[in-house]
């Protein structure tokens, strides 16, 4: 079985604890916020899938290249690095928080995430959102103008002061009036003019103005959809008995589009929109259909059985989702003032940001706050699909909107519905909830979404679903009241919602209730109460204020009564939240006021929540819910730099702060503010690292130090003196002569049990002075520091060195020695071969390397020229690291980049070790990365057309991949390299077809490979744990071969048929080869020898005058699985 679980490799600065990420926190926040990924919407891509078979390679937006690719268990795994044009001189800093990988130049370091999103640095996230250099020339972003001060509120800048986008190097595609922004697509080439404005932007003299803005660029980042009758759960027939449907009400959806033929929305549309480009709102996802018919479908499909919240509203369709699900946060933007401006007064947006657990500061959530109050409108947002606390996404995390959970048809919070609170500030999200568990309703004509019912209808889970119940009922509650403002509907919906499962942390102010709704009369201001963070020591008390306001013609009694628990969920004494009155009358047309205050003394620390209930005369209650973090003990740990001139530091730096007791991370990008940092730590255990560098005026590094205290108790408030002055060289030297190109240093730190570890590290130029200080051996945990060097035969610039040394060197407990040898005793000599395959062609090489025992202690290499065609010898340190030679080509033309990758493999000392890059025969094979596997109740195949003779992968952007199957002799699915289909309990018998093509006039072999597969499948493993199915593989292997590809006359070429690996096949039963020296326009039979298990060769005799010979194999085993495969000029004649 191939696990899809497991401890992540870690590269920089991440925890990992059970297999999965734990809990993050930054200095301003306590712990305790997971931020681990939940369950995918039904039409989510894995990322595995989106990312592809191979690696990808990401461009910054300041010109760096970043390669990464991920392990089978799908975690991100950073190869290699290459510094833009004139920017050799930069380091990099790698953090990994969860599942994102962040790559960050040191020259930028000190404007993320101030000026810079640190979103433009995943570059997971950036590759999984298909911002791959292969896919994109530029990088989309949103520029945002900001307050000296950093609010939340955008600066509402005078027109004066516009900045002069050209100079920047920025032209506006959309102009974001309610976040005081513009989007546009940021070439890449084009960007260093906007960051030397960031670095210095009031010296900076292109504006109109004499006081320029202060700028910050965010990635305009992926928005992506967040995925019988359940109108009764919410009470709808009771508010249609009463005569309110929705008439007279606007209610926007922006989603995927609508399709507007379907039986139950064809006369609700009043007007639409298309944000995305795509040039019309047809829905081709089937999200926005569904979502639209939750909130107000006629239900006529099914005779009013799955009939909307909201029959009698009227629709605007925003189209802000493309026809794959996916958008950008200013398309979303975009719709939001568009539907605001057009008069809706409900706005529906079951999407969000993945990832992006936002304390409310982002463009989304801003803009939801701005055209609330602009407009009166009222936002209803999807809390998102990740299921752990402190997972509500962004535009969610808004203060305006009205954020909605999941509930399944027992009012049971669902497993994927993101919890509280929101990051950053503990601020209580979700705020209501809603159904969410297989809801039916419309299915746009010829979508796949979710699971189909009939032609008409499709069951869908996620708070996608929740949402539209609550939007319909909101437009439900306008029509009873339309004087109601966007925020008073959201005050009665959640104060009328009925509490039913969880905390305020999960369900808000409970389920969404309408007769309740349309009962209450008194509204409650604000409409909930967050506390926030009570901070260590707690004395005294917190108080807000509470208003009751009364539209009604008589005053009303409001009984008081605070119900709240401690993060147990026992009951809190009386006095730990306390009220001024226990009674309050509000006045006919008027308001009353309470105050609510909270002892910060009293219950214990963590989570606290409840709610406020106001009971009237007649029983009706209006609940506001509240909740708080108590912090444990905690205190300031002051973190000092001392740079190696014996003074305070003032350049470059990263710290990082580990608890060694929970393995909670503080990490602080940028410089240190006047030479410290400070964070708020509860008492314990620490490992306290730093990075201090200096640069020169141009960015390049001259020099860093590693400094490393890897254990501090902190019982009071501590300071720890990082203090560079200790620093020894760190240092290596090599039996031949070499120039070193590059450094790594990579600490790390674990606890006992190994349920975390925390790490980080950076790439250091070859040319600058690098240190690091010794270390006494830790008693509590294991701590660890790599030091891995590139070097490479003394070598004219651009030039490909005639031997190169990849090495690594690791020491656990303590930091004992800094100088290092290369030696025939720990190094082993490589004879790595490049293929030539084909003509004006650059080509490079880098080598990454992980640690045999320790994955998250890594090398990601450096790319250094080589010659097509030949061969050199490159050192590696032996045994105990597993390395990946990859090779990069990119066609000088520019029209193709090519990749060629392995997998890992250790030398042992003493091996005579060889490996080919690119060597033929090019032909479809099975790897690690290429798979047939059965995942639960899906057959998934991840394969790539072509594989070199040593097995490495190869992926072009100018590829044509075609994959197709048939099950039990019907056609599917297809797609290029990826795809899952459904295996019935019974099983089936498959047939799976890949075709590749590659046309491109410098490509001379392997420019068609055709393979079809039969096998039989049944469910197996679980959808975190897969089975390999025993297909047929084949490799081929043709004597005489040389580094141009080419072949004798007369050869012989070895067939292997084999099966997927991990797998125990059956015999084989029967093979048969041809070979072809026309292209394929004829094929002439072979006569194959067996030589072993599934082993044959051939004596292949070509004619003269042959350029190229064409393959082509069919073998069959004993269950009746076959292969047929065909190459296409699969090697030349010499």
Do not use: C
Request: a negative charge; zero cysteines.
């Amino acid at each position: 079985m191939r696990a899809r679980t497991g401890a992540a490799a870690v590269l920089a600065a991440v925890l990992v604890g059970g297999g999965t990420a734990a809990s993050v926190a930054v200095p301003a926040s306590p712990p305790g916020l997971s931020a681990s990924a939940g369950t995918s919407q039904s039409a989510a891509t894995s990322a595995s899938a989106t990312m592809g078979a191979g690696p990808a390679t990401v461009t910054l937006i300041t010109g760096d290249r970043v390669t990464l690719t991920r392990t089978a268990d799908g975690h991100p795994l950073l190869t290699g690095i290459e510094p833009g044009e004139g920017r050799e001189g930069v380091g990099f800093l790698q953090l990994v928080e969860n599942d994102r990988l962040y790559v960050i130049p040191t020259d930028v370091a000190d404007l993320v995430p101030d000026r810079l999103d640190r979103a433009l640095f995943d570059v997971a996230g950036l590759a999984e959102a298909g911002y791959e250099e292969s896919h994109q020339g530029t990088v989309p972003v949103i520029v945002q103008t900001i307050t000296a001060s950093g609010a939340k509120a955008p600066a509402r800048r005078a027109a004066s002061a516009e900045p002069d986008w050209a100079g920047l190097g920025i032209e506006p595609e959309r102009k974001l009036e309610s976040v005081d922004a513009v989007a546009a697509d940021l070439d890449r080439d084009a960007a260093a003019d906007l960051l030397a404005a960031l670095h210095e932007p009031r010296a900076d003299a292109r504006t109109t103005a004499d006081t320029p803005p202060d700028l910050k660029v965010w990635l305009d980042a992926p928005v992506r959809a967040l995925d019988a009758d359940s109108t009764p759960q919410i009470g709808a027939p009771e508010a249609w008995a009463a005569g309110y449907t929705g008439e007279g009400v606007t209610v926007a959806v922006l989603d995927t589009g609508v399709d507007t033929t379907h039986p139950d929305l064809d006369d609700v549309m009043v007007g639409s929109q298309d944000f995305t480009g795509s040039g019309s709102t047809s829905d081709r996802v089937g999200h926005g259909t569904h979502v639209a018919s939750i909130a107000l479908g006629s239900g006529d499909a099914s005779d009013g059985v799955n009939r909307g919240v909201a029959p009698g509203a009227d629709l605007l369709v925003g189209k802000v989702l493309d026809d794959d699900g996916y958008g950008e946060t200013s398309w979303v933007i975009d719709g939001m003032e568009w539907a605001a401006g057009q008069g809706a007064d409900i706005v529906n947006l079951s999407l969000g940001e993945r990832g992006n657990y936002s304390d409310g500061t982002d463009p989304g959530s801003l803009a939801v706050n701005a055209l609330s109050a602009e407009h009166g409108t009222l936002f209803v947002i999807s809390a998102g699909n990740d299921g752990e606390y402190g997972t509500v996404s962004a535009p969610g995390a808004a203060d305006a909107a009205l954020t909605v959970g999941a509930v399944d048809d027992a009012d049971d919070v669902t497993w994927f519905s993101s919890r509280g609170p929101r990051g950053g500030d503990y601020a209580l999200k979700p705020d209501v909830t809603a159904p969410g568990d297989e809801i039916v309703a419309a299915r746009g004509a010829g979508t796949e979404l979710g699971t189909v019912v009939d032609d008409y209808h499709v069951a869908v889970s996620g708070t996608s679903m929740a949402a539209p119940h609550v939007a319909g009922a909101a437009a439900v509650l306008k029509q009873a009241r339309p004087e109601l403002t966007g925020q008073e509907l959201k005050s009665i919906l959640m104060g009328s919602a009925q509490h039913t499962s969880g905390t305020v942390w999960d369900e808000g102010a409970g389920r969404i209730y309408l007769p309740a709704a349309l009962d209450q009369q008194v509204a409650a201001s604000p409409s909930s109460l967050s506390f926030g963070v009570l901070a260590y020591p707690q004395t005294g008390s917190e108080t807000r204020t509470l208003t009751y306001e009364n539209p009604t013609d008589a005053d009303v009694t409001l009984d008081l009564a605070v119900d709240a628990t401690d993060p147990d969920g026992e009951p809190l004494p009386a006095d730990a939240a306390a009220l001024s009155a226990a009674t309050v009358t509000v006045p006919a047309h008027g308001t009353a006021a309470v105050d609510v205050t909270v002892d910060t003394t009293s219950g214990t620390p963590g989570r606290a929540s409840g709610a406020v209930i106001a009971t009237t005369a007649d029983g009706g209650v209006v609940r506001t819910t509240l909740g708080w973090y108590k912090e444990s003990e905690r205190y300031d740990l002051t973190v000092e730099g001392i740079g190696r001139d014996g003074a305070r530091h003032d350049g470059g730096a990263l710290v990082n702060v580990t608890n060694v007791d929970d393995g909670t991370l503080f990490s602080e990008f940028g410089e240190l503010e006047n030479g410290t940092w400070t964070g708020r730590v509860p008492a314990g255990t620490y490992s306290v690292t730093g990075k201090l560098w200096d640069g020169d005026a141009e960015g390049a590094i001259t020099e860093l130090t590693e400094v490393m205290e890897p254990q501090i108790e902190v019982t009071s408030d501590t300071t720890v003196v990082l203090d560079a002055t200790a620093g020894e060289p760190v240092s290596v030297t090599t039996e031949r002569p070499a120039d070193r190109d590059q450094v790594y240093l990579d600490v790390f730190r674990q606890d006992e049990p190994q349920t975390w570890i925390s790490g980080f590290g950076a790439t250091i130029p070859g040319d600058a002075d690098v240190y690091a200080t010794p270390t006494e051996p830790v008693t509590e945990g294991s701590f660890g520091f790599g030091a891995a060097f590139a070097l490479a035969a003394p070598t004219a610039a651009d030039e490909a060195p005639a031997y190169t040394y990849d090495l690594m060197h690791f020491q656990e407990e303590a930091v004992e020695t800094l100088a290092f040898a290369a030696t025939s005793e720990n190094t082993t000599a490589v004879t790595v071969g490049y293929a030539d395959l084909g003509p004006g062609v650059d080509m490079s090489s880098a080598r990454f390397g992980v640690l045999a025992d320790k994955e998250w202690i890594f090398w990601p290499g450096y790319s250094r020229p080589v010659e097509p065609g030949a061969t050199r010898t490159e050192y590696v340190t032996a045994n105990d690291v597993n390395w990946i030679n990859s090779a990069s080509l990119s066609v000088r033309d520019g029209s193709e980049d090519m990749s060629i990758n392995g997998d890992f493999r250790a030398y042992p000392l003493g091996e005579a070790a060889a490996d080919t890059l690119g060597g033929a025969v090019l032909n479809t094979q099975l790897t690690e990365h290429n798979t047939f596997d059965v995942q639960g109740d899906r057959l998934v195949v991840n394969i790539g057309a072509w594989t070199d003779a040593d097995r490495h992968g190869i992926t072009s952007s100018g590829d044509f991949e075609n994959l197709r199957v048939w099950q039990d002799g019907t056609e599917v699915d297809a797609d290029d390299i990826w795809l899952g289909v459904p295996i019935p309990a019974q099983g089936a018998d498959y047939r799976v077809v890949l075709d590749g093509v590659r046309d491109a006039p410098w490509w001379n072999r392997s420019t068609r490979v055709s393979t079809e597969w039969t096998v039989h499948a049944e469910p197996g493993g679980s959808e975190d744990e897969s089975v390999e199915l025993p297909v047929l593989d084949v490799a081929f292997d043709v004597d005489g071969m040389d580094l141009a590809n080419e072949a004798p006359k007369r050869t012989t070429a070895t067939v292997i048929v084999g099966h997927q690996a991990g797998t125990t096949g059956s015999k084989i039963v029967d093979a048969r080869f041809w070979w072809s020296p026309d292209d394929g326009a004829t094929w002439r039979k072979a006569t194959l020898r067996r030589t072993g298990t599934g082993a044959y060769t051939a004596d292949l005799r070509v004619p003269a005058g042959t350029e190229h010979v064409s393959l082509r194999v069919e073998a069959k085993d004993k269950a009746g699985a076959t292969i047929k495969q065909t190459v296409i000029r699969a090697y030349g004649v010499r």
